[in-house]
């Protein structure tokens, strides 16, 4: 298109020369038929250019129509259609990418107004680290709760509302990252998803050709030579001068010829069969830790016996005669064992969460994490959530809360940190760690002078459809999101010792929007409403 105006404009430029070279045209019929010509392919010129602006304005009017749609429907439920993880890749996508392609294709002819104000809005839109981010959160989840691409693709996930999909662009673009990590694994999953459905005859701007040429030398890295072979030979199909795939084709022969060679010797001294080629599965790969932390995640591995949970009771709780529940007990359950976790129900109002949700959001943040050697915040890329620090100055309701929490648990909260609110994005979660310094990190909350924390109160704000449990890789023990209620536990022993059965993680929040506030509880203040232990164990 730009071309095309460029071609008019040289038209253009050679119709005035002419007219500066041959003034008095009327004077001269042979001149004019000069002029008949330039002007018959300056309107040739002229329609092809409206012919590609009426195209360029169709495609346009598709784009808006497809947006009005989708933005009226998300913008009914924001955090329930955000609270699937592919809604959420797709609109970081859709930002920082095809919003991008959209500014490109009407620059030369929008006016100056949507131009300028597109300009001023992408300094807010989501960048290329966004959408990487995004789409590792999908693999994350992926590995998490074991989905198979096609479910991931397809949008059948547990307790979605608004189901979407996956194009084989889009599946494409996951590969393409995680094959920029080195992450053959992943790479093959999503490039056979992407050419699955561009063999049912997707129409996409991604080409099979591409898309085996990746997935090719994916299988290849992870040791299977001969699916390496066969799909090289599928892209050569499509492609007989491919130059890669040709050098490829042959070194591929090559090793397999040396591997059935070498096969053959081996067999013939030792008579025993040999398989080769075999690809390492990821499970091989992963921590022991991290095994329990995602079959926690995912409901399974939990060691709470018969003859424990009988010993799990329910109650209602005055908080130790505290005259805020001594007519209105809070009711009390009981999550586990050792340690000790209690579950409050009807904890916190949902009047109460929309206000703390109404002054958190403008403040939300990258949570960030205290460095166990200089006690400094930073961020980390195992904490995905923004997270923000309400005072009990600031709002009755933020005041009451921690009024709340120090009845309830009968310790001090003046010398607790402030309440934290923390909201959880696509994917979001938070690995396994404790919440208390350990020994080798005396100076971790050396700035706030009021020792260590003790103890652990965690609101829950939000229902969660699937995922985002509170996990304790260490005991076995999983604790779901329920919205109103709140847990709590002891980080420290009575003696001061760290309990270290304490370590938690946050699961990744498979579909929905999980919103959660916390109260660290420190040390100082509770020498008389938690005495020391005489043993280290107390």
Not at 20 to 48: C, N, P, R, W
Not at 113 to 123: D, K, P, W
Not at 256 to 263: E, G, L, P, V
Not at 484 to 509: K, Q
């Amino acid at each position: 298109m730009v071309c095309i105006k460029v071609w008019c404009i040289l038209w253009m430029g050679a119709l005035i020369s002419q007219t500066q070279a041959y003034s008095d045209f009327f004077t001269s019929i042979g001149h004019m038929t000069d002029l008949l010509y330039t002007e018959k392919d300056l309107v040739t010129s002229l329609k092809d250019y409206i012919k590609a602006e009426e195209t360029k304005l169709t495609q346009i009017k598709q784009w808006a129509a497809k947006l009005d749609e989708l933005t009226e429907m998300a913008t009914e439920d924001p955090e329930g259609f955000l609270g699937h993880p592919v809604n959420a890749f797709k609109l970081v996508k859709r930002l920082n990418t095809e919003w991008q392609e959209l500014e490109n294709l009407v620059l030369k002819d929008m006016s100056d107004g949507f131009i300028s104000n597109l300009t001023i809005q992408r300094q807010h839109f989501p960048d290329d680290q966004d959408q990487t981010g995004a789409a590792k959160a999908l693999i994350r989840l992926q590995d998490t709760y074991k989905l198979d691409a096609d479910t991931i693709s397809q949008g059948n996930l547990p307790g979605v509302k608004h189901k979407t999909s996956l194009s084989a662009e889009d599946c494409f673009e996951l590969g393409k990252i995680t094959y920029s990590d080195a992450d053959y694994y992943h790479t093959e999953l999503w490039m056979e998803q992407s050419l699955r459905q561009l063999d049912t005859g997707e129409i996409s701007t991604i080409d099979k050709i591409t898309v085996l040429d990746y997935l090719s030398y994916s299988v290849y890295q992870q040791g299977d030579v001969d699916k390496a072979l066969e799909l090289t030979k599928r892209l050569l199909k499509l492609d007989p001068e491919h130059q890669r795939a040709n050098g490829n084709l042959k070194y591929f022969e090559y090793i397999i010829a040396q591997q059935n060679r070498d096969n053959e010797g081996l067999m013939q001294s030792t008579n025993k069969s040999i398989t080769t080629n075999v690809k390492k599965e990821r499970i091989n790969n992963v921590a022991p830790e991290r095994e329990k932390y995602e079959m926690l995640c995912r409901g399974e591995g939990i060691k709470l016996t018969p003859k424990r949970q009988k010993k799990l009771f329910c109650r209602y709780f005055d908080g130790n005669k505290n005259p805020q529940f001594i007519l209105r007990p809070m009711k009390q359950e009981d999550e586990w064992d050792q340690p000790r976790i209690v579950r409050f129900l009807d904890a916190i109002s949902d009047k109460e969460i929309e206000r703390v949700k109404e002054i958190a959001k403008p403040r939300l943040r990258r949570a960030t994490i205290s460095n166990p050697i200089t006690g400094v915040l930073e961020t980390a890329h195992y904490r995905i959530s923004k997270s923000a620090w309400l005072s009990a100055y600031e709002d009755p309701v933020i005041s009451r809360i921690n009024q709340r929490i120090e009845a309830l648990t009968g310790l001090d909260v003046s010398t607790a940190e402030e309440l934290q609110v923390a909201n959880y994005g696509v994917g979001g979660q938070y690995e396994p760690h404790h919440d208390f310094a350990r020994k080798d990190e005396p100076d971790a909350f050396k700035e706030l002078g009021t020792g260590n924390r003790v103890a652990t109160w965690l609101f829950y704000m939000s229902d969660v459809a699937a995922g985002g449990a509170t996990v304790f890789p260490e005991v076995g023990a999983a604790v779901w999101p329920q919205k109103g209620t709140a847990v709590f536990w002891y980080n420290l022993f009575a003696s001061g010792e760290g309990d270290y059965s304490t370590r938690h993680a946050a699961c990744p929040v498979l579909v929905g929007n999980k919103w959660v506030s916390n109260k660290w509880i420190h040390e100082r203040g509770q020498e008389f409403r938690r005495r020391c232990g005489l043993s280290e164990m107390d």
